[in-house]
């Protein structure tokens, strides 16, 4: 009989679902922060990963896993490189928590939440034209104006509850399941 707590504490890769989730979450990052394709390579350097993404482009080939994107990359990625792509992307939640608490705060009154949810909505959805394949059906769902605000909401909170101690087991737990 094999050991229970060697396979628990095996790496596992993610899923394709969990890789869409993981990218779409970086790319709300970027929507939140003008400037988050370099943040993230400076959250990398500051993280010790300069050897895995010495520059933008590399980040890039990395999240190019993602079958949303318009230019998709084969195969799975490595283990270690999700591994470091989550701590990036918790490293920017962290950051940005201040905004994102905005986005889901309750107190806040109804005309300001809405203008900030369409700013965030207008800047996620330049991105998302830019650079994910509009043929796509999950791509589709983003930008359709019924379901597209519910996902965002969801991609958000899932961004909020990934900043903080234990944050990187949270987003982790979430991206290995099969349902969001």
Not at 52 to 67: D, G, S, T
Request: charged letters at 25%.
């Amino acid at each position: 009989m094999p050991d229970v707590s060697i396979a628990l504490s095996r790496p596992t890769p993610i899923p394709r679902r969990g890789l869409e989730r993981l990218d779409l979450m970086l790319l709300c990052a970027e929507a939140l922060d003008l400037n988050g394709g370099e943040a993230m390579v400076w959250m990398s350097e500051q993280l010790g990963y300069q050897t895995l993404f010495p520059n933008r482009v590399e980040l890039w080939k990395r999240r190019c896993h993602n079958p949303l994107r318009r230019s998709t990359r084969r195969g799975q990625l490595e283990v270690q490189d999700t591994d470091a792509l989550i701590r990036i992307l918790t490293a920017m939640a962290e950051r940005l928590y201040p905004m994102l608490r905005q986005l889901l705060s309750a107190a806040e009154p109804a005309s300001v939440s809405d203008q900030r949810w369409t700013l965030f909505r207008s800047r996620l959805q330049e991105l998302i034209e830019e650079r994910l394949n509009l043929r796509r059906v999950g791509v589709r769902k983003l930008l359709d104006p019924i379901e597209g605000p519910q996902i965002c909401h969801q991609l958000i909170l899932s961004l909020a509850l990934s900043a903080g101690s234990g944050g990187v087991e949270r987003l982790k737990a979430s991206l290995l399941d099969p349902e969001p």
